[in-house]
């Protein structure tokens, strides 16, 4: 539970991180708002780790699960993406209330 509560907070972190460097260009009148996502950061950042992720995953599963599903998951814009994941692991790390159940 604990450790669910972190990864939201941190998935919170990068989604707010991500959104305002989104914005950031617009704000200052120099460009568009583009929302960018994780698959343009990634192949920006890094992109032998790209390519040997997807070689990695189509050799280990078949090639459609790389093509049409993760590709279609990791080009939602990043900030979406990860505000969704922080709300999904939030919701699974809450605490629970204790249900107190008298018979008599």
Same mark, same amino acid.
């Given at each position: ?42 192949? /920006? ?51 629970? /209330? ?7």
């Amino acid at each position: 539970m604990a450790s669910l509560r972190f990864l939201s907070s941190l998935f919170a972190l990068i989604a707010v991180v991500a959104f305002v460097a989104d914005v950031t260009p617009a704000l200052n009148g120099n460009a568009p708002f583009i929302s960018h996502s994780v698959l343009s950061y990634w192949s /920006e950042l890094a992109p032998a780790s790209l390519a040997a992720t997807q070689t990695n995953i189509t050799a280990m599963t078949r090639p459609w699960v790389w093509d049409p599903v993760l590709t279609s998951i990791l080009n939602f814009p990043m900030s979406l993406l990860f505000a969704s994941l922080a709300v999904l692991c939030g919701y699974f790390g809450r605490r629970r /209330e204790a249900l107190r159940i008298h018979i008599n």
